[in-house]
């Protein structure tokens, strides 16, 4: 028996045993909703049926798959298989063996060792397309997420708005999600950084992104007002600490570094080609400064001292000195 066929979220699956697999619940809950809806369009008649893995009984399965007398479709949707019942491990086993014709079974497994000799099961099994929901960790992955929301919806959208909208929503892919769907919505014209302020100025303007942007720049001012009214909003210093980083990351990999790529950092171009352009202006022994400062202030926001905010403020200052304490 070969392997589950492996299938991207964004698309509609015809399988009679699928796998959602992976921790991002939000690309998760999308999926199983326009399967379920791709299958009620197809079949206006088709028996729906949700059930809760960590509380399954023994034989539920066979019971709600089992052949009917007039053959009607099915949709059997299994949650919270990470935290499955034994039993629910060895029917699963079970019907993979003896599937039932015009029934699609969903297991829905979001992370963890639970379930593994199930999981195995069915992702060794070339009856079974999984659909695999990791997070969204990088930068470049919520840019071409957003990016194809924007390109399904027939929106235009430049790149620095489209930057700016990522940069205001970097924790939550649902509220990412919803605000590229406000703007498709709500906007006629082609959606500019200017549009995207007015819709979500607060959360702009707090983005540990902006802050790092601005110090970069050289902009003492912008990046310490910015900073203040982060941390009075409850912005937590840790990841916003981890903003930064990634931008100095980014510029110490491109200084005097002519033959990195985009795709090798893991970045779009475009922000490649200005952080490139940013690189230029420091000096080995400035970036070296910054990160032995980084590593400083990380320290700080985990507790190491008592006023994380006066070491943020402190690093943003160095960054805009592009790491000379004599200025």
């Known amino acids: 028996m070969g392997k589950a ?51 399954y009984s023994s034989g539920e399965l066979l019971s709600l798959t089992a052949p009917s007398l007039f053959g009607e479709p099915r949709l059997v949707i299994i949650d919270s298989v990470e935290r499955c019942t034994d039993a629910l491990i060895e029917d699963g086993i079970d019907y993979l063996g003896e599937p039932t014709d015009d029934t699609v079974v969903l297991f829905r497994h979001g992370g963890g060792v639970r379930g593994k000799k199930l999981l195995d099961a069915l992702k060794n099994s070339d009856l079974v397309t999984e659909i695999a929901c990791l ?7 919520r840019l071409a997420f957003a990016t194809a929301e924007f390109t399904a919806a027939k929106k235009k959208i430049t790149n620095a708005a489209l930057r700016s909208l990522c940069e205001a929503f970097t924790e939550d892919l649902a509220e990412l999600a919803a605000a590229c769907e406000q703007l498709c919505q709500d906007v006629t014209t082609e959606i500019t950084p200017e549009i995207v302020d007015k819709y979500y100025s607060g959360r702009v303007e707090t983005s540990s992104y902006k802050v790092a942007d601005a110090a970069i720049s050289g902009n003492a001012g912008l990046a310490l007002s910015l900073l203040r009214h982060a941390l009075s909003s409850g912005i937590d210093p840790v990841p916003m600490v981890h903003a930064i980083a990634g931008k100095v990351r980014m510029l110490a990999k491109l200084h005097n ?10 970045a779009p171009p475009w922000a490649v080609e200005i952080a490139r352009k940013d ?10 400064a910054v990160v032995q400062e980084l590593a400083v202030c990380d320290a700080a926001a985990k507790g190491a001292e008592r006023d994380s905010g006066f070491a943020l403020e402190r690093l943003l200052l160095l960054i805009v000195a592009k790491g000379k304490t004599n200025v």
């Open 5 to 55: 066929k492996q299938v991207g979220w964004n698309n509609d699956v015809v399988s009679p045993i699928i796998l959602v697999s992976g921790t991002e619940d939000y690309l998760a809950s999308r999926f199983i909703r326009s399967q379920r809806d791709s299958l009620k369009s197809k079949f206006p008649q088709i028996e729906i049926t949700r059930i809760d893995g960590s509380a």
């Open 135 to 141: 997070e969204l960790k990088k930068d470049a992955e």
């Open 257 to 266: 570094n002519r033959n990195v790529s985009a795709a090798q950092l893991g």
């Open 279 to 288: 690189s230029a202006t420091w000096t080995s022994d400035g970036l070296a």
